[in-house]
């Protein structure tokens, strides 16, 4: 499946993980590296890690949360319209592991 025409939007992905436990989720596509991809997820609001063999379906949808992708000097980020979701954007940026570990 190619995920690169998802960049910096908001999608609804149906993903299996590495237990088969399927799930929904609402997330925005922010980095992909090989089969992993980076992206912001509305319903752990932090930053996951997705194998991108795992997602079974995608749509693009417009979350009503009010956050939106920019471009900031030449890395993607998040930004937020309302404070308390700019919180906890940088609350996930700060926690997001290391660039080169891999953690899904």
């Not at 989720?25 to 890690?49: D, F, N």
């Not at 471009?71 to 700019?86: D, F, H, I």
Request: proline content about 3%; some cysteine; overall charge positive.
């Amino acid at each position: 499946m190619n995920l690169h025409r998802y960049m910096n939007h908001w999608v609804e992905i149906i993903y299996m993980d590495r237990f088969e436990v399927i799930t929904q989720r609402t997330i925005m596509l922010l980095e992909m590296s090989g089969h992993l991809v980076t992206a912001y997820c509305l319903q752990k609001q932090k930053l996951r890690r997705f194998n991108s063999n795992n997602i079974l379906a995608i749509r693009v949808v417009r979350p009503s949360q009010g956050l939106r992708p920019t471009k900031s000097a030449g890395k993607q980020r998040l930004q937020v319209e309302s404070s308390t979701c700019r919180r906890k954007a940088e609350s996930a940026r700060k926690a997001a592991p290391a660039r080169g570990k891999q953690h899904l």
